[in-house]
């Protein structure tokens, strides 16, 4: 079995749950999808940084990564906006109240899950488990965990970023 020494891209714990999966699969490259899938469940959508840093840890080219991530559309890799905003909508987060954070935040930003506003300020996704289901309902704005979220919180943090009174 191989062994891992790839340092993850940040401290964020939700690597783990990324370098798990790889893992248990012997940090084999047939762990690809299953590594990338991960991922995307742990941060919403995939960036330089985790398509980088599976690359590395299941010594594939990223060329072949990059591939694979956009070959499937099953993977969203890191969108367009400005910021970007995540909502849990895990079993933790979806039973204390994360739909409703999601729908005031869809109303806020006048987008659904996986748009980008027109003027590019707000990307808008969901993820599976942030990893952080004490915290639920649980968003991430801007790489920043926010927990315990009011569905009126959670716009008004939207409506700062879409600024100009809008
Ligand atoms: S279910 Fe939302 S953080 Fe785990």
Redesign the pocket.
């Known amino acids: 079995m191989r062994t891992n020494t790839i340092a993850p891209p940040s401290d964020d714990k939700r690597w783990r749950i990324v370098q798990a999966t790889m893992r248990r699969h012997g940090f084999a490259p047939d762990a690809l999808i299953e590594a990338l899938h991960s991922a995307q469940e742990a941060f919403g959508y995939l960036d330089d940084d985790a398509l980088r840093y599976v690359g590395k840890s299941l010594h594939l080219p990223l060329s072949r990564v990059y591939g694979v991530a956009t070959f499937y559309n099953l993977f969203t890799l890191k969108p367009q906006g400005e910021h970007t905003c995540v909502v ?7 039973i204390k109240g ?1 739909p409703d954070v999601l729908k005031a935040i869809e109303d806020a930003a006048g987008v659904r899950k996986g748009e980008t506003t027109p003027d590019k300020k707000v990307s808008l996704l969901v ?12 968003v991430v704005f801007d790489g920043e965990m926010d ?1 315990q979220l009011a569905p009126g919180q959670a716009a008004s943090r939207i409506k700062e970023w879409m600024g100009d009174g809008n």
């Open positions: 849990c909508m895990g079993t933790a987060c979806y994360g993820a599976r488990c942030l990893g952080a289901c004490a915290l639920a309902p649980a927990g």
